[in-house]
C-alpha cells in the first residue's frame, strides 16, 4: 500500500517525524473507491467457481444418506461433495499427531466431512461446487440429507448437562492461587458475591470469513483467505493438505475486521481448497450472515460468580473466582476470565476455579479481549458494589487497592498509569459533580447514572520478522506478513517506517498479508502493532549499520575512516555522532558508490523476551534490569454517562470517556478509533448482544443481523478519548503495547455500574435488555 495514492495524504506531511501523529489511512481512498481487493474479491482468477456449504438443521445424529439427484440436475453443477466421497485429508487436528502438528493455528479440533456424526447445529454436511453462485445455492437448497436425531444437550444450564473440571487445553489454565482465600473471605468483616450470566456473543464482523482456493498445479495451492493470522493459517494448510510449505501461499491483503473470528484457522477455509483440487477450477467460498453464527467460533455462555472479602474501610482480602461455561463436544476451551480478577488490585489472597460442561455447539473462541472483557464485568462490578457498601467513591475503592506492583508474580510493572487514567478521566467527565447516592437523579421519567471501571490486558509474547529495502531514489520497500483487520496496520507501520529511515510516508511502499512474505506475528492478542513496528525499526537499523559500514570505507564520505560506533544515522543522514556537520544523505551516499538498492532485516520481539539494547550493553548479567523481570499491562479507566427509562426499561448511553495507558501511541487518529470500537463493542455486550438458542432443538434463533443487535448510530453518543503518555523500555524496541483488546476491557462493567447508580440495584445477566431493567 502506497499512501501516494492518497491526495489528502501529500498535504498532510511531507518529511519524517510523522509517528504518533494522525496520519490519514494510507488504505483509505482504496477503500473507499472499491479498490481494495479483499479475499472474496479475486475475481479475475479463470473459470472461478463457487461453492456453497449445507449445513446441519439438527444439533445431534447421524446422516442415514444423501438423496442428489434433484441437485444434480442443476446445469453448471461441478461437485457435490459429503463425507462419502470428499477426498482426504493428509492430517487433520483431531488426531493426537494432527493435534501436535496443527495446535493453535486451529480453535476446534473436530473437521467435518469426515464420518456420518453430526455434533451441532450449523455442521457442514455437504459442499456443493458450480459454475455459479446461484447455480450452487441452488443445488445445495436441492440436495435432501436423511438423518436420525438425538435430543442435544444445549448449554451449561441444561438439566442433562454434565460439568467437570478440566485438566487439560486452554480453559485448565488457570492463574495460581495466593494465600487461602476460602478463609480469608470467610474471616473477611465485608463480604460481598456477585454472580454474573453472559450469552453467547458473535464476533460479526462486515466481512464475513471467505476464501478462493487456486491450484495452480496439482501440489501447489495459492489461498486467498480472510485471516487475522497469515502463518498459522498456512501452517495448518498445509499440514492438513500434505504439502510442502512452500507449496502453499495464503494472501489477505484487506480485511473488513474479525474481533478474534479469523485468528485462528476454521473447517470452510480447508474445504474449499480440498473441493477446488476435486473440481480442477478456482473455487470461492463465502459464509452466509447465519453461517457466521456457527462457523467461526463465538464466546461462549458463561456464568461468573465472584467472592470478594474486604476489610470495612474496603481494603481487599480475598477473591473467589469461579467460573461455569459451555463448550464443544471435543475441545475444552473457556476464555481465562480469572486473569483480570488475579492481577487488578492489591489482594493477598486468590483462588479461581473453571467448569465445563458438554453442549452441541461448535468450539467457542477468542474474542476482542477473551477473559480479560467478562472477567472485567465481574471484578469491576464488585468493586463498584464494594465501593457503596463501605461509602467510597468508586475511584477511591480503585486508589485504595491500586496494585504497586504486579500481585501474582511480584513482579514490577514496566509502566503503569492506572492513576493518571482514572485522574484524566474523572476531569474529563466532570466525575467530581457526581451525586454519590444511587437512585436518585431523576429528570422526566428517566433516572441517570454515572459508572467507571478499570481495564487491562497483558503484554503477550511474540516475535516478528520484517525487511526494509531501501532504495537510492529515497524510497523504501517495507514488507512483513502482517494483516490489517481495519485497525490501521498498513498505516501505522508506514509512518514507522518513514521515521526509521528518515523519509517522507509517501516515498514507503509497506506490503503486507502475504505468506511469502517475513513471517510476523498475528494480528490478535494486541500484538501486531507492538511486533511489526519493533521489527521493521529494527530492519531499518539493521539497513543503517550496513550503509555506516559502506561510508566509513568510501574515500569520498565525510565519515570515511570513523570507527562505526562513533557514526549515527539521523533522519536519513549518516554523520558524525560528534560532529553533526560532518556527514550527507544516504541518496547522495548510495548514488555515488552506485548502489540502487540496499536490504535490511530484523527480528523484532515483543513482550518478556525483549531485551533493551541499554539493558544489555555493558551491564553485568546480575543486574540486568531486563524485560523478563517485569509484568507488562496496558490499562484504561471507562466512564458512563446512562439515562435508563423507568417506563419502557431502555438504557441509553448518553456520555463516554476513556482514558488508556498503552505505551507509544503510533497513530493518534487510528489509535482513537480503535478505543472507540472497543467502547462500542463493550456497550453492545453490556446492552444488547446475544443469541438465544432453541432450548429444545439447540439452534440460534436469532442468526441473523437483523435479530442480533449490535450497537448502530444512535445508540452511541459522541465519545471522549484520551491517552496518557508512557515510555516503556521493556516492552520492545518502540516501545508500543497495543489497543486492540484493552479498550474494551472494563466498558461493559461501566454501563453496569451507570445504570446501578442510575436505578439503584445491580445488574448483571448481560445483555441488560429492557426487560431485566424493569
Ligand atoms: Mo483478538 S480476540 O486477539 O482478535
Redesign the pocket.
Known sequence: MNPTNNPTFADQQSSSDVVGKPLVRVDGRAKVMGAAVYSAEHNQLPDLAHAVIKTSDVAKGRITGFDDSAAKRIPGVLGIFTHLNLPPLAQTPSTSEGKKKIALAMQMSFTPLTSDQIFYAGQPVAIVVADTLEHAQHAAALLKVSVVAETPVVSYRDTQAKLFTPTEGAAAQVPAKRGDAQAAFSNAPVQLTLTCQHATNHHNPMEPGATIAHWEAADRVTVYDTT?AIASTHKALYVMLGLPPDNVRVVTKFLGG???SK?TMWPHTVLTAQVAKAVGRPVKLVLTRPQMFTSMGHREDQQQTLRLGATKEGKLLALLHEKISTTSPWDNYAEMNSKIVHMLYACPNFDASVKLARANVMTST?????GEAPGSFAIECAMDDLAYQVGLDPIAIRLLNHADKDPGTGKPWSSKSLKQCYERGAELFGWGKRNPKNGATRQGNKLVGWGMASGSYPVHDAQGNARVRLYADGHALVQAAATDLGTGTYTIITQVAADSLGIAPENVYFELGDSALPTTAM????RAAGTVSSSVFLAAQDVWQKLIKLAIADQHSPVYKAKPADVEAVKGRLQLKADSTKGEAFITLMQRIGLDDLEGVATGHYGSSYESPEATLNTPQAKKDDAASHSMHSFSAHFCEVEVDTELGTVHVTRWVSVVAAGRILNSMTARSQVIGGSIFGIGAALMEGTVRDPHLARYTNASLADYHVCVHADIPEMTVAFIDEEDRYINAMGVKGL??VSIVGTSAAVSNAIFHAIGHRLTSLPITPDKVL
Request: proline share 6%.
Open positions: 487475522q474479525g474481533f478474534g485468528l477468542y474474542m476482542r479481549g477473551p494480528s490478535g492478542g494486541s486492540g483488546e
